[in-house]
């Protein structure tokens, strides 16, 4: 039985828009700040209306890869996409594909960051909001 | 674009001839962190002495340090400029998204000269900076739906910063503020007046970078260490629970809580307006500033029944701290929540420094009740202790200047009362309006030689506190050097910009190691160094612009209403103002 993993977010009623998530996704790769970060939180129209997550929802059948003409986009046990860097052109499609918003881009290589639910940010999150979940029999 | 992690770009503006340009100035950054320190230094480049504070000549400074968007509470942007309010040093420090917004565009500064013809309006994005006409928002009665428009109107959601003024600011209150992200502020010393005369009604900047550290390895390990204290500790849990509000009660037993314009120093109802009774009967949300776990921004939901339609609400979020219901509550006398809350929103829409306007509706309150000035001074307003109604539409005469004598308390009460007479009991230290903390001497030698004005400038109240539980009466000296001693550090906090509420967390080895990672080699006695050398270089601005202790004076009010710490001497206060200058040490 293959066993997957996948980020959800749990209750966003409880996020308080501190963005420790964020920045931990970036930390991953031992740099400070947000260049590289997949997870994003914005105010749902002002502060005062709470938050909004977004993050990649692992698709079983993603349209991110779909449009993606070099086929850089693999499909992710349990759902979503894995990024083979060496076969992205960097031409943005995924991007517009994600209705979402769950491609983030990185100026830096110009290639696409998207999540690839390892559950790192989850650990940073101090009210629980997002959370690794690990689900048995996951699809490829 | 990764960038260093030391800071070093400075993004100048001017508004005169709209263009800008970028410098490189890592060595101050090397030398000075960020923040207070590298702000202090710019503006004794930048501003000529005895400028006008309300002229194009005047300059706005903003710094970040190089903890922000590495660490957990690096989350201030510190602002300095020539104060409106006391003609002199003018520094103000606010939250929310700023500081992370400034970083990630690529700056660890931005300096803004000149003044526009016209209404304008900054949009920052990372290297692209824009003029953007902002005649439709001038004018506009709410601060709330500048922000709202922009918001629209910009990109950046989540990763920008919406800093604006509101009328008061366009009308040059003297203490009017600048409000960020709807709910902070950069309270103090009228940096909103100086928005107001450049004709610069608001700055939206985003940027979406990362930042090398020198050493990613320790870089991990020592931000999980900061983390985990700061998520653990009990010190934070305060904040993000009741947040500052708590301290009504306490201050309140302590008869340490201005009241009717410290007529008293105890409030009778002061349980209506406490934290506690907030958080259980208002408290609609908590939010936190861009890489903050603690989150102790409070924001209170107001329901109000329209009157000519049943079953129908007016549903309003309003941020509370202690400060404003010291100033707008207690002050003021009012014991009705919702009452308060409404007129926090007032003063918000406005966009006014809430202590400063409090205080100022106080020592007018008063003013009336003597007969000094009349109800036609005040448009026929009648202000009585209590009546939230009269203070609001008060708040709305004051930002009009209807009147003269509205036009004279635009300027603060110290202009005001030199106009009107009333100086002993209008609650000004050195221009600035009293902050809500009647703890005893060393609080008051704080808020006379602090350069902010403000309580968190060397902790003075809590030195009171500290010798009232341990009840040994402390000689003008030790308070002084224990004064010396926190400011001193603070400067480094706000290098940092680290938040206060942090302090215990940020405390000198934890900022060493901090610093190592990133590619700063300083030790604990270099930083102590360092943060005495940024207070002195802040006095000899102050100093520059005519800083004098001999016109310094305490409010006669101060001595006459007792503190927990006694009756308080205006001649060790004034001996305690003088000893800090002399251990400054400024020749
Ligand atoms: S990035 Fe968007 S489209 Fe692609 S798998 Fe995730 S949610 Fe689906
Ligand atoms: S699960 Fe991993 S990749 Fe996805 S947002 Fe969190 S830290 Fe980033
Ligand atoms: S860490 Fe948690 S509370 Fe903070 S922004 Fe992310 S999801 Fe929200």
Redesign the pocket.
Known sequence: MMVSSRLSVVDVDLCVGCQSCMFACTRRFGEGGLSKSSIHVRSAGGFERGFVVI?????ED????RVCPTDA?RL?IG???ILRKEKCIGCGN?VK???????FWDDESNKPV??IHCGYCAKFCPYGVIKLETQEGGKA | MSLEAIPSKILYIDLSSRSFWVKDRHELFQKYLGGAGVAIKLLHEEIKPNVDPLSADNVIVFTVGPLTGMYPLASKTVAMFKSPLTGNLGESHAGGRSAISIRMAGYGGIVIKGASDRPIYLAIHGDKVSFRDASTLWGMRSSYTVGRVLREFESGAGIRSIMRIGRAGERLVSYACVVTETYRHFGRLGLGAVWGSKRLKALVISGRRSIKPKDPKLYREVYNSIFDAVTKSPLMKKYHELGTSMNITPLNKLRALPTRNLKEAHFEDADKISGEAFAERFLGRRVACAHCPVSCIHLAILREPYVTEPYFYKTTMISYDYELIYALGSMLRLSSPEGLLKLIDEVEKEGLDAMSCGVALAWATEMLERGLITKDDLNGITLKWGDFDSYIRAVDQLVEQSTEFYKALAKGVEYASKRYGGEEFALSFGGNEMPGYHTGPAAHIGYLTGARHSHLDGAGYSIDEKSLASNVKLNVEQIVDSLIKEESWRQILSSLVICYFARGIYRPDMVVKALKPLGYDLNEEDLNRLGIEILREKYRFKFREGFDIKKLKLPKRVSETPSPSGQISPEFVMEGVNLYIKKLNLE
């Open positions: 993050v990649c929802k692992a698709c993603p349209p991110c890869a986009l992710r759902g979503g996409v995924c594909a994600c209705v979402i918003g769950a491609v998207i999540c």
